[in-house]
């Protein structure tokens, strides 16, 4: 197809956008300033989202991307109010996911924030227990809120500029990253977006990392991700961590209870009959006009008036209520009562313990950290497993990419996954690895006549912020006595770094002050 043909269609693919999205908002009574500010998310998403797609490769598609933002402002917005920002005010936005409503700046990056947020799904996780699907569920929907940002955030049109200070959460952005690299990010879109009922998505994950890379480092990838979501929500959520310690307790005790398989079957048992034994009582009542005038006596006799029962039908519902609790935890007693199952409920309590376990942590933020690190010793061992397996020039050239981008995300405001010294030594190694094999698939320019000696050159290609790394070029430049090597975007001046060992011109197969592409096209 010609590049004028190219151009027509982006045309028409753009009028459908906007016209998808008019519609829309012709059903909405959003505030004129409202609409103009979504059609100005959109104009800008499709303004950097080509640069976005070269520099990280695995994304969705520009078509995928707009209609999550359409289908976010047609099924979960119904209220969209714009705000102007007081001295001192921290929110950028509110959500009110039960009414459909925003409250937000006017700035478009933030609507395009709330907005992805709103119609995140709540269960996207089928696990047990709930506190681990919950964890799972938040670190995976924060995630990709972020990243959804990332086209309008950290590209506009000219350049890649990555925003730090405007990401909300850093190890939830680069956890979600994490899981892009690893496995596909049109099914990682898919699971939070769509969340077909009828897909198990983290089993299809799963899937897809036992088939690239083995069930071994499958299993351990998954743990990892668990007890990073318990950490992190622990971390964010002060109720969650209280529930914990409060669950903790209760399944130390029932496993402590069961070491004497004998009593503990016996006190099921016993406890068992005072739950029937309750329930009787509440049937009793709930039948009998004496019996409940009674029970309605006795239980104000001693209440504030704030918090009395009013009346015998409010009562009924009170004991209602607690019947079905009764009767809950009475198909529990009538489980477990049961010697077959004993193994089982042992097996769920020690599988539980486990992960509960992680409230006694005293510095949890050093663990996190740990925790998070170890996760991305495995993502690189993922990317020099693909490199491994590449078999032609396009594939390297993704992968290539793909390290760069890794590089490059940030853990706080002023640092660089490649400036974190627990990690510099596999970053080196996996550059290094994806640098030769880029010269087997002769993808690079020869620099010198030993081949492994390029990696000392093109070591610092992963540190460019070049978008098109295909356009980057490089010169090698004397400076009394260093040696540098000066990059260029086409033919604009990009950034210098001095070589760190030293080069002789009869190793070399380019000549001193003599531009050359980094690639070999």
Partial sequence: MTKKKEKLLDKFVKKDYNNDLEEVL???????????????????????????EIVKKNVISIEEYIQNIINAVKTSCDQIELIRPEFGQKENYIIDKENKKIVCFPNPKQLLYAVNKIQKFEDIIRVEPDFLKLSLTNMINFG??????????????????????????????LIYQDLIILGNNKLIDEWVNKNDEMVDYLELFNEELEKKYGKKYQNEILELLKIISVLLEMNRNK??????????????????????????LEEISNLKKKIEKNIKKIDLTLNNKEKLTKEYEKRNKDLPLEEKIFSKN????????????????????????????FSKYKKEYE????????????????EIFESIMFLQKRVLQAIKF??????????????????RYFNLIPIDEKTKICDISKLKRMIIATQSAATL???????????????????????????LKIIKLEDAAFKLIKEDDSIFVQFYDDNVLDEKFKIDTEIESRELKIRFNKKVKVFDL
Wanted: aromatic letters at 12%; glycine letters at 2%.
């Fill in 26 to 52: 012709a059903k909405k009574s959003f505030p004129e300033e409202v609409k103009n500010l979504l059609q100005d998310s959109l104009y800008k998403t499709e303004n950097a989202y080509k640069d976005y």
């Fill in 144 to 173: 990709n809120v972020i990243n959804a940002v990332e086209p309008i955030r950290d590209f506009n049109g000219f350049a890649w500029s990555v925003s730090a200070s405007d990401i909300e959460n850093f190890y939830y952005n």
């Fill in 239 to 264: 109720t969650y961590k209280k529930e914990l310690t409060k669950k903790k307790k209760e399944v130390e005790k029932e496993l402590e209870a069961m070491q004497d398989k004998v009593k503990y």
């Fill in 314 to 341: 409010v009562l009924k519902k009170i004991l209602a209520n607690e019947r079905e609790k009764y009767l809950l935890e009475l198909r529990k007693c009538n489980n477990k009562i049961n010697s077959k199952n």
């Fill in 351 to 366: 599988y539980e313990a486990q992960y509960l376990k992680l409230v006694g942590i005293k510095d949890i933020e050093k």
């Fill in 386 to 403: 693909k490199i491994k397996n590449a078999t032609n020039r396009d594939e390297i050239t993704k992968i290539i990419y793909e390290i």
């Fill in 437 to 463: 094999k880029a010269y087997e698939l002769k993808d690079f320019k020869d620099i010198f006549k030993d081949k492994s000696k390029n990696i000392n050159i093109l070591k610092y290609m992963f540190n």
